[in-house]
Nanobody, 127 residues
């Protein structure tokens, strides 16, 4: 069983930066697809970014060039650095994990594929 606990986030003005972290326990996440997803009020949960076992990353078009995902295997921790934040980035940010299936070309971006989820951390960007 994998437990994920997010931290960080908070409130910032547009153009500012925030970072969120996700500590995993119960297993080492080396061979997991790890991802960040977000959900704004009244909207469906959506893909933000993924980090693959080999270090390859993927980003939603809406955050590309502004957000950076990273992982520290020694600390079993996933990070998301968010720069040039916009009011439309306001959402609850969730960390997610799924054991990597070797038939995947890359880590999936679909919410339903991920098995383990954190409780979420709020990011609020004011204009």
């Amino acid at each position: 069983q994998v437990q994920l606990v997010e931290s960080g986030g908070g409130s910032v003005q547009g153009g500012g930066s925030l970072s969120v972290s996700c500590v995993a326990s119960g297993t080492t996440i080396t061979h997991y697809c790890m991802g960040w997803f977000r959900q704004a009020p009244g909207k469906e949960r959506e893909f933000v970014s993924t980090f693959d076992h080999d270090g390859s990353t993927n980003y939603a078009d809406s955050v590309k060039g502004r957000f950076t995902i990273s992982k520290d295997n020694a600390k079993n921790t996933l990070y998301l650095q968010m720069n040039s934040l916009k009011p439309e980035d306001t959402a609850m940010y969730y960390c997610a994990a799924v054991l990597r299936y070797w038939g995947w070309i890359q880590c999936p971006s679909t919410v339903s594929t991920y098995v383990y989820w954190g409780q979420g951390t709020q990011v609020t960007v004011s204009s």
